[in-house]
């Protein structure tokens, strides 16, 4: 079948043509086009043909579908077909005018084709009784109309095969006989190639480049008209899953604030989220951009300790902090608060240093947080955590998603909540997999368009591996393979769910491809889940998926959303592995 999926919009009848042409076993050999269009048409300025089918030792049958339940031809000599309005030109006429069409074409193009090359009417919501009906009439031609009844499978090849001999009698009344075995393996792929000849353009790496940022920023830019909505709203809580461009609705607000004269603090947890939005933000001296334990070593004088643990960070360091920022005098140098990762900030104590640095406090500034609080909440002390052996009744934990974002409800009010369901991070098609692998729907919709020049292959592959040489040899075959699929290597990001990962361990090929430190912009860059929360990739490798780490499953989450174009997952992990349908599964 050409096209193989059924064009939308086909009314049911062409559907139960093109179901039984695909589905019966005597097919098996047939070329069938559906929706042919014919663009040099020799009655008019275009046509299609629904069905053309290439029978091999037959002939070409062009078929016109009629899904009407109501055919009438009255007194007046017109044709009535359910509500169309009424016409003198029958569905006889019309797919002679096309096979007239194709047979010019074939002859022009090439050859005088040595088969015969013939037309039928399919009624496939009609009986027999049409039949007799319509041939009793002189303008309807014998031996040329399908029904209902030949599409069940007991006669459907019979009866197709039955026209087409019939048209080679009448063909051949007129010009000498065609050969008996035609058309043969060579005529059938020779009319295939004069019809609608293959052709080959790829774009280049760099045009598809282009293409996916063009896609990326259109889908985040629509994204963020939804902030208007909120432009009365003060204080505004964003929560969604990941992907679903929270970081650019807090850097978009940022901006309307600054544009407002508001002095702005853009804060986040982590170090590389913190330059990503430093660099977006560049150009724009009015905005200050500092990871809010940045800020607190900036405010408190320290510097933090070797080995210093959860205690120091998120006891000793705020409350250093806020013995500055609470003391009488100290003027809060910020009057807009923009926070990106909320979750991750959702700590009293870090609650009460933002507090401190802003006019009017949480509750009396303006202020945008954004965050993931269901599945992206991972800087949980480990003692808060149940233990991945503990299998035998573990006690519920309390919702970790409710009691962060109570915390800043409970301090940043009043404020408007705004959901965002929509993924206008990967291409649907990597995003709808991701969604299969980790077993849940996370998102209401795809803003991002398909891209129909990308590669057949799907954009996730899941690799097993049983020990660790298998897994630096999974590894190695990744990374060479996407260098052959044009990805440069700053192009692609590894991700680990702890820091002792494959990518440490790596030798040769693998190890020289890797980034040796942050600044490098030739290589790699590699790391923990946790150093590239908030960021992305075009292409993610994540490996060590062994369900060992504390947490694995919200890891594996959040590594294999970073990524917008491709996935690879390196997993000893059966429930993962094998968790179909999952097309780009494979094994080493």
Sequence with gaps: ???????????????????????????????????????????????????VLLVPGEGMLVVEVKSHDRVEVG????????????????????????????RQWIERRAYVAPYPIWQAV?????????VAQLEARIDVPANETLTRADLDASRMVTSIIGVLRHGRSEIERRVPAFGADRPDAQDVAEAQQVLVPSISFHRTMAERREERQRS????????????????????????????????????????????????????????????????RLRTRDDITVARVHQLMLAYSGLTPPAGADDAWWNGTLPAATLAVTRAPGFAPPFTALMADEAQDLARESTLDVLDSLL??????????????????????????????????????????ANSRLEAIARRVIPAATMSLSNNVRQSPQLAELI?????????????????????????????????????????????????????????????????????????????????????????????????????????????????????????????????????VVLTTLDEIADRAPLPGRSEW
């Design 435 to 567: 969604e299969r692998m980790l077993h849940t729907e996370f998102y209401l919709g795809y803003d991002r368009g398909v891209d129909e020049d990308e590669p057949d292959e799907p954009p996730l592959t899941i690799h097993r591996y049983r020990d660790e040489a298998e897994q630096q040899a999974a590894l190695q075959q990744t990374l060479l393979a996407l260098w052959d699929d044009g990805w440069d290597p700053p192009e692609i990001l590894i991700l680990s769910p702890r820091r002792a990962s494959a990518a440490s361990r790596a030798k040769g090929a693998v190890a020289d491809a890797l980034a040796h430190h942050d600044g490098d912009a030739n290589g790699t860059p590699w790391g923990t889940v946790h150093a590239f929360k908030g960021l992305e990739a075009s292409v993610v490798v994540l490996t060590d998926v062994d369900g060992t780490t504390p947490q694995w499953e919200d890891l594996l989450y959040i590594g294999a959303t970073r990524a917008t174009e491709r996935l």
């Design 75 to 102: 007194d007046d000599g017109l044709w009535r077909l359910g509500n169309q309005a009424p016409t003198p030109r029958s569905p006889y006429d019309q797919v002679w005018d096309n096979t007239r069409s194709i």
């Design 359 to 400: 006019v009017g406090g949480l509750a009396g500034s303006r202020a945008v947080l954004a965050g993931d609080f269901t599945r992206q909440d991972i800087y949980r002390p480990l003692s808060a955590l149940p233990l991945v052996s503990d299998t035998a009744n573990p006690p519920a934990p309390p919702d970790p």
């Design 122 to 130: 399919w009624f496939p919501n009609r009986g027999g009784e049409l």
């Design 216 to 279: 990326l920023r259109e889908a985040t830019e629509r994204q963020e008209q939804a902030l208007q909505y909120f432009a009365g709203n003060p204080r505004l809580i964003v929560e969604g899953p990941a992907g679903t461009g929270k970081t650019n609705v807090a850097v978009r607000a940022a901006l309307l604030a600054a544009n407002r004269d508001e002095r702005v603090l853009l804060t986040c947890f982590n170090m590389r989220l913190e330059a990503e939005l430093r660099h």
């Design 1 to 51: 079948m050409i096209p193989g999926l059924l064009r939308a919009g086909a009314p049911p009848g062409e559907r139960a043509v093109f179901d039984a042409l695909r589905d019966h076993p005597g097919t098996g050999g047939w070329l069938v086009w559906h929706g042919l269009p014919i663009r040099h048409h020799e009655t008019q300025i275009e046509g299609e043909a629904d069905f």
